[in-house]
């Protein structure tokens, strides 16, 4: 029987009368790169909150490498890695201190630092770089070194919040490399995208509209059901009626 890194259940998160998350049900399997979707408003920010054990939902079901969103966060927290859109490094710390404070604070030993820091800084090219200020690196360095960091506590699962926003399309292919590699070695990847052509590096994926799952499968399945080669035209096809503007 397959693993299930995330399971959601009618998952639903209420600000008085609007419902930002309306009853969303879907499963995502250990290794998996699972594409989540949907236009500005669709309620992508506020379920993968949720998932992060960073919002309780108001109703419904959902547990994240095994743990309850609602009784079990700080677990959850330990045992997923997050990258958000907005680069979250420190510029005013060198390459070394970064990964040095963020192995700190997701729990690695000292010698584990020390010896993972070499041979992430000498996988990514970076010796020479490595006393640096991160300041100072090229945008698409950057978000590579903040994916690297996000998964430098070997976590279960990690959340990617349209980490490729702002790169140009070579540093893309990159980091989608990257991302294969970590699926490859079991660690499952949650990820929130703009970019349709990212949309087929998935295994599947899930498109919200107005608070809703409204498709999910495979890229190719889903092209297939909507009679397109196209996943621009899928993705305008179900989100071409959304009633939301902002998230």
Known sequence: MENKAIVCKELTKQFGDF??????????????????????????????????GLSYP????????????????????????????????????????????Y???YGVSRPEIKERSTELV????????????????????????AFSVAVFHRPKIVFLDEPTGGVDPITRRQ???????????????????HYMDEAE????ISIMVDGRVEAIDSPAELKKRFNTTSMDEVFYELARNAQRAAD
């Open 19 to 52: 419902k930002a998350v309306d009853k969303i049900s879907f499963e995502v399997s250990e290794g998996e790169i699972f594409g989540f979707l949907g236009a500005n408003g669709a309620g992508k920010t506020t379920a993968m909150r949720i998932l992060c």
């Open 58 to 101: 108001t109703s419904g079901e959902a547990s994240v490498a095994g743990f309850d969103v609602y009784k079990q966060q700080e677990k959850i927290k330990k045992n997923i890695g997050y990258m958000s859109q907005k680069f979250s490094l420190y510029d005013n710390l060198t390459i070394l201190e970064n990964i040095e404070f």
């Open 103 to 105: 192995g700190g604070v």
């Open 122 to 145: 000498k996988m990514l090219g970076l010796e020479k770089e490595a006393k640096k200020l991160v300041g100072g690196l090229p945008l698409g360095w950057k978000q590579k070194l």
């Open 175 to 193: 980091f989608w490399d990257m991302i294969y590699e970590a699926a490859a070695s079991g660690i499952t990847v949650f990820v929130t995208t």
């Open 201 to 204: 590096y998935c295994n599947r």
